[in-house]
């Protein structure tokens, strides 16, 4: 039988400049869904960067104003009215609403939805313990309570990962719940030979430059290891703390084996996670970890931080080991037996190619089409 096809409208702040997972994953959930013949429509906040709206061209756009940038990930909040997204709702003949995160352009699409009598799905992609960690616990419980008042509206809830699941159980949704991986693209991240003979292990980490990112520990770490020992650290990612950590690289002198690159295209990043003997993931706070992902589709040993507000440990299965987010020994004592141990990273670099299948972008998308359709068909 013919699968049917949708028009789907998504509600993302700030597409074109903001720096984050979740933003990243709508984008490449959205394009997906195009290439599968649904029609994609997007609400968002003016494009400050014009030129990468060629990057969009699978949707049809509708650009609302916004709020100046906040947080280091240059966040800009759009803000319309529930009657403007109601009419694009009706114009656009939308079948479904599928909104990244509860904020107000989210809240409207919300009201707009009901009022056009249509069902709306949201992500979880928000950790409020990420977003206020400076605040009393009770503050952040009130936030969340805000936060999961929009989720239980809703008809459906997708979380990228059971953690993620976890972490709003409290709140029993009286709603359709589903735990859909962010997922990796084989077609992009895909594995080459490993040479067990390279003078020089190379460690890897990527994503943004931001102190819950913590990765000044992996600068500390690198200090503590012998100076005979011949390494090199490739860090990818622009952010807020970039300047903060050349600086720590300067002051430790270990300049000749610590490089910063920036952002880089997808050809280029898979590269190093191609080349790459070991990823590092310094992180404390992470609902799945989509870099870790790519890492292991591309066969990384791992070395992931043990935090009690990170899912990416669970991805540790004989493929890596976890370390002391808070104990920079730590991780140098883990990269110290990854380098005296060629062998014993070839067997963690297969065990991640086995494991990574499970997270396959093809198996993310199609449960992801069945979550909408499951509202669609409804008469």
């Known amino acids: 039988m013919t699968k049917k096809k949708l028009t789907i409208a998504i509600i993302c702040d700030a597409i074109d400049t903001t720096l984050g997972g979740s933003y990243i994953s709508a984008q490449r959930f959205a394009k997906w869904l195009a290439d599968e013949g649904h029609s994609i429509v997007r609400c968002t906040s003016k494009f400050i960067d014009a030129s990468r709206k ?11 104003p916004s709020l100046f940038p906040l947080w280091p990930q240059h966040v800009r909040f759009a803000y319309t009215s529930a009657s403007s997204l109601l009419r694009i709702f009706r114009k656009e003949q939308i079948d479904i609403v599928y909104n990244i995160h509860p904020c107000y352009l989210g809240r409207q699409a919300y009201r707009a939805a009901r009022k056009s009598n249509l069902p709306i799905v949201s992500h979880s992609h928000i950790y409020t ?55 990796v693209d084989a077609k992009v991240f895909h594995p080459l030979p490993r040479r067990l003979h390279d003078e020089k292990l190379t460690i890897l980490f990527v994503g943004r430059l931001d102190p819950e990112k913590n990765i000044s520990i992996l600068i500390e770490a690198l200090h503590l290891l012998p100076k005979n020992h011949k390494r090199n650290c490739v860090i990818v990612g ?45 992180s404390l706070y992470e609902l799945e970890s989509m870099t870790t992902l790519e890492a292991m589709s591309c066969g990384c040993p791992l070395l992931i931080a043990n935090s009690q507000h990170s899912a990416a440990k669970f991805f540790v299965q004989e493929n890596g080991y976890l370390f002391d987010p808070h104990h920079p020994k730590d991780l140098a004592d883990k990269i110290k037996m990854l380098m005296n141990d060629p062998q014993l990273l070839h067997g ?25 359709l499951s509202f669609c068909s409804r008469a």
């Open 54 to 64: 060629k990057d969009f061209a699978y949707a049809k756009l509708y650009e609302f």
């Open 129 to 183: 313990e990420l977003l206020i960690p400076w605040l009393p616990k009770f503050l952040q419980r009130g936030i969340k309570n805000v936060i999961a008042r929009l989720y239980r509206k809703c008809d459906g809830t997708i979380y990228p990962t059971a953690f993620a699941q976890k972490d709003f159980q409290s709140y029993h949704f009286p709603i359709q719940e589903i735990v859909i991986s962010n997922g």
């Open 238 to 282: 622009g952010g807020s703390e970039e300047k903060k950590l050349r600086t720590l690289v300067d002051t430790y002198k270990i300049q000749e084996y610590v490089h910063f690159t920036g952002k880089l295209s997808s050809i280029d990043l898979v590269k190093h996670y191609q080349t790459c003997w070991v990823y590092v993931l310094t």
């Open 348 to 372: 963690m670099s297969q065990k991640s190619i086995v494991l990574w299948s499970q997270f396959s972008f093809e198996k993310s998308i199609q449960k992801l089409e069945e979550f909408f």
